[in-house]
Structure formats: structure tokens, C-alpha cells
């Protein structure tokens, strides 16, 4: 089977929300080759990691370079190079199927399945054609950007149509599908992105690790910790997630922001600085995969607030299971199925409104939190992001299109 992503396999993503499905989809005799796009700085430093990985699992990884240019030729020639790709190896090794994450990844299917009727499964990931408007990437005011808006919503409706099947991460972007886009709905799974169980575990990190992390970021023993976990900026709403912090702050006062993040430290400290948030209630510490679930552990909340837009009906934030099975309350606000499993699990707070009023009203709502049982926590990420239960219904995708 080959599995295209636009992703690199040394991205985050790529290790969270592609590998730990392959090596499960692996052991039930499932035979994968990988074609990613791959960033350079990350490939020098997690690459033979990755590869190694990889190689133990039975997997073949082929890499392209991701294009640094950020105008849309730059990805259009990308996407030339992974269809030459993609083509290339189907004539070496006669693929039953193509599992396709995203876009770019599903017009290579396409090509490959015009050309030589091998069928594919679209893991759509989201309206990635809308999310390009949303975000402020493509101004529909330019010409050229609603010439491509246009012509990729015309290949995303030949992406659905085309597909053998469908996976949206969110049970609201399914509803859109069957319901604007006028989908069967039998076509289409919801996946949500599931979280390693094993590895964000709040039961295989002792206190003494736990005390051990504090006194590295020194963090003294009465302070409360909220944490943020991934990259600032563009869907992620750094401004009001600091906003948030500050008039907590004044209700909560031994309380220290900790940002699991690779973004730049003089940045978030200036941004913070602008809002007379002192840096020293202000902690910045990247991690590897491997580190984050220590960190997370010295978490009292976790908090991320999102812009909400059309395109996010289909957004299920990898971070949300990852937080929830380490056992940690969330604070965000409600975008794709976020809040309705929020609601149901009572694993969490959500912020209507990104306004002092609100923020003020949280902070008792934010003590309640702190009564929460970890245990049931990572229940409800258990009941709604389990790996197993996604793999199982890959597994279920699969067959069907492997018997049709």
C-alpha cells in the first residue's frame, strides 16, 4: 500500500498522526511504503531516527524536499514532484490501494487511479481549500488567489466523488459533507486524530520526575501551571490566550504559563511584555515528542483557543486527546467536535467569548477543575481518541475497498 503526505514523517504531525497508525495497521499484516515531503532542518534532526523506526517496522520511506518558497508556484511545483513520485513507484510496485492524507496527497491518488484504476481513500484532514481562504493565506481580492480557489474546490469536489472512501476527523465535518457537498453518507468514517495511549500516560511519570521538571523550569512548589502545547500563531490565537492568562492572573495569582513550544522565546516574552505580563510568570520550554508528556505533567490546565471559520467545522486538535490522557483539564473554546466532547466528558471548561467578562467568570470554573479525577480524564480521551478504535475502523475502510 502506498501512503502519500503532504506532512513529513520529522514533523510533529507526522509522528503523532501518521506512524503510531501505520506500526498498529503493520502488525495486522498491512505492508506500507511512505511517500512525505520533508522540511530540512527537521530531517537533519530527527531523520535517521525516523528512518530507524521506520526500517524496524517493515515500512519504506521515500522523501522529497519540501519547497521553501512560500508562493503557491512553489507548491504547485511540489506537487508536480510528489505525482511524478507517486507514479514512479506504482510502476515499481503495483499498489493494491492509496491511502492519501490531504490534498496534494489525494491529486496523486487521483493521477494514479485515472491512469492505472488503483482506488484510494481520501483522509481529508479538513476543508483544506477553505482553510486557505480563512486563514488570510489566499485574499479572494486578488485575482490570482480566487482563480485557485476556484480550480482546487472544483478538484476537491472530484477528490469526493472520485474516492472509495472518506475520512473527516470530526463528526461535524461529516455532517457537512453528507449535507452541503451531498456525500453518501456509508462513504465516509470519522476519525478523529486519536492519541498514543502509551505514551501520553500520566501513570508511567513519577512525582519525582514531576518535581524534577519544576525544579528545572523553576517553577516554586505553590504555583499553579497552565500550559499550551504546540505552535503560536496562525489558527492558534496567541493574543488571546495571553489576554486570558493576565486576567486570570489577577484571581489566580501564583499561577505560571508554561508553552511546550519550538516557537522563538523572544517573541512570546514580547508579546507578553506588551501586556505588562511579567516574564517571570512565563516559562518557554520546546520538547521532542518523546519529552512532551513530562511536561504536560506538571500541568494544572491546559489551555488553546482557536479561530473559528467555516473550515474548522472539520478540525479535531491533536493536542486535545494528548492533554486529556495525561489527565490535565482543558480550557479552550468550541470549534469541530472540541466542545461536544468537552460538554459530554466534562473534561474541561469552554470560553464563549474572548472578552474580560468571560475570562473573569472562568476563574472559578478553573478551580472547580482542579477537583477533576485524572482517571476520568483520561477515560473520556480513552472513549474518544483511542488509537485502537481508529485502527479498527482503518482496518474496516481498508477491507472494503480491498474486496470491491
Known amino acids: 500500500m502506498l501512503y502519500i503526505s503532504y506532512d513529513g514523517m520529522t514533523d510533529q504531525l507526522g509522528q503523532s498522526q501518521v506512524i503510531p497508525y501505520l506500526r498498529e495497521l503493520t502488525k495486522h499484516g498491512y505492508s506500507f511504503t511512505i511517500l512525505s515531503v520533508e ?20 515500512i519504506e520511506w521515500k522523501k522529497l524536499m519540501f519547497s521553501q518558497g512560500l508562493s503557491i508556484l512553489s507548491k504547485l511545483y511540489d506537487q508536480w514532484r510528489v505525482n511524478s513520485k507517486a507514479e514512479q513507484l506504482y510502476k515499481e510496485k503495483k499498489f493494491d490501494m492509496v491511502h492519501c492524507r490531504s490534498y496534494i496527497a489525494a491529486e496523486a ?17 479538513g476543508f483544506w481549500v477553505d482553510e486557505r481562504v480563512d486563514s488570510g493565506q489566499w485574499n479572494l481580492k486578488n485575482p490570482l488567489y480566487k482563480f485557485f480557489y476556484k480550480l482546487y474546490k472544483k478538484k476537491e469536489k472530484k477528490y ?18 453528507v449535507n452541503v457537498y451531498h456525500i453518501q453518507e456509508n462513504k465516509i468514517s470519522v476519525i478523529p486524530c486519536c492519541v498514543d495511549l502509551n505514551h501520553f500516560n500520566y501513570e508511567k511519570i513519577s512525582n519525582q520526575q514531576k518535581q524534577r521538571i519544576r525544579e528545572q523550569l523553576e517553577i ?9 502545547l504546540g505552535s ?28 511546550i513550544t519550538h516557537d522563538e522565546k523572544e517573541k512570546i516574552l514580547a508579546l507578553a511584555a506588551a501586556r505588562e505580563i511579567n516574564s517571570s510568570a512565563i516559562r518557554i520550554q520546546p520538547a521532542s515528542r518523546n519529552e512532551v508528556p513530562l511536561y504536560l505533567s506538571v500541568s494544572d490546565w491546559s489551555i488553546f ?20 490522557a495525561m489527565g490535565v483539564p482543558i480550557i479552550c473554546n468550541d470549534i469541530g467536535d472540541t466542545g461536544k466532547i468537552i460538554r459530554e466528558s466534562g473534561a474541561g471548561l469552554i470560553i464563549n467569548q474572548f472578552n474580560n467578562d468571560d475570562y473573569n467568570k472562568a476563574i472559578s470554573d478553573m ?19 483511542n488509537l485502537d478504535d481508529g485502527i479498527s475502523v482503518y482496518r474496516d475502510v481498508y477491507k472494503e475497498i480491498l474486496e470491491n
Open 39 to 58: 522540511k530540512k532542518r527537521k530531517l537533519e534532526r530527527f531523520g535517521a531516527e525516523i528512518g530507524k523506526m521506520l526500517s524496524d517496522l517493515g
Open 160 to 177: 469526493l466523488e472520485s474516492s472509495a472512501h472518506i475520512v473527516s476527523l470530526t463528526n461535524k465535518g461529516k455532517e457537512e459533507l
Open 305 to 324: 483557543f482557536i479561530k473559528d471559520a467555516y473550515s474548522k467545522k472539520a478540525s479535531s486538535p491533536t493536542k486535545q486527546g494528548e492533554i486529556m
Open 232 to 259: 503560536l500563531g496562525g489558527w492558534y490565537m496567541t493574543d488571546e490566550m495571553l489576554d486570558f492568562f493576565k486576567v486570570v492572573r489577577e484571581g489566580i495569582p501564583n499561577i505560571i504559563f508554561l508553552l
Open 109 to 125: 491518488a487521483l493521477k494514479l487511479k485515472n491512469k492505472f484504476s488503483v482506488p484510494f481513500l481520501f483522509d481529508m484532514r
Open 220 to 228: 516554586p512548589h505553590n504555583c499553579k501551571v497552565i500550559s499550551y
Open 367 to 385: 478551580n472547580d477543575l482542579l477537583h477533576l479525577k485524572r482517571e476520568n480524564l483520561r477515560a473520556a480521551a480513552l472513549k474518544y481518541y
